[in-house]
Nanobody, 120 residues
Framework: QVQLVESGGGLVQAGGSLRLSCAAS????????MGWFRQAPGKERELLSA????????YYADSVKGRFTISRDNAKNTVYLQMNSLKPEDTAVYYC?????????????WGQGTQVTVSS
C-alpha cells in the first residue's frame, strides 16, 4: 500500500512557475514508477508526465513538453513536477500516481490532488 500526498499548488500569474511535490509513504517507493496527471473542470483526466522507478526514463505529454520537468528523490520518497511558463489553460487539479508496473499501465495509487490556478 502506498499513500501519496501532493503539495505545492496555488495561484500564479501566467508565465510564472510552480513546483509540485508528491510525498509517498512506504518503504517500496523506489520500486514504483510515478506519474503526474491533471483534470480541469469538464475535462477528462490527462497524463502529463511520468518517470520510471530509476528516474532514467521519462514521459511528457505534448501539452507540457519543454515547460514541465519531472524528477524524483528516492531517498526522500518524493516525486516533483517543476512547472514553468504556466498558462491559464494549465489550471486544473493536479494528481500524482504510483504504478506497480510501468507507467504505460494503469496507475495503482492516487493522491488527493492539489489545485493549480493560473491567472491571465
Amino acid at each position: 500500500q502506498v499513500q501519496l500526498v501532493e503539495s505545492g499548488g496555488g495561484l500564479v500569474q501566467a508565465g510564472g512557475s510552480l513546483r509540485l511535490s508528491c510525498a509517498a509513504s512506504g518503504r517500496t517507493f523506489s520500486t514504483y514508477a510515478m506519474g503526474w496527471f491533471r483534470q480541469a473542470p469538464g475535462k477528462e483526466r490527462e497524463l502529463l508526465s511520468a518517470i520510471s522507478w530509476s528516474g532514467i526514463n521519462t514521459y511528457y505529454a505534448d501539452s507540457v513538453k519543454g515547460r514541465f520537468t519531472i524528477s524524483r528523490d528516492n531517498a526522500k520518497n518524493t516525486v516533483y513536477l517543476q512547472m514553468n511558463s504556466l498558462k491559464p489553460e494549465d489550471t486544473a487539479v493536479y494528481y500524482c500516481a504510483a504504478y506497480r508496473d510501468s507507467y504505460y499501465s494503469n496507475a495503482d495509487y492516487w493522491g488527493q490532488g492539489t489545485q493549480v490556478t493560473v491567472s491571465s
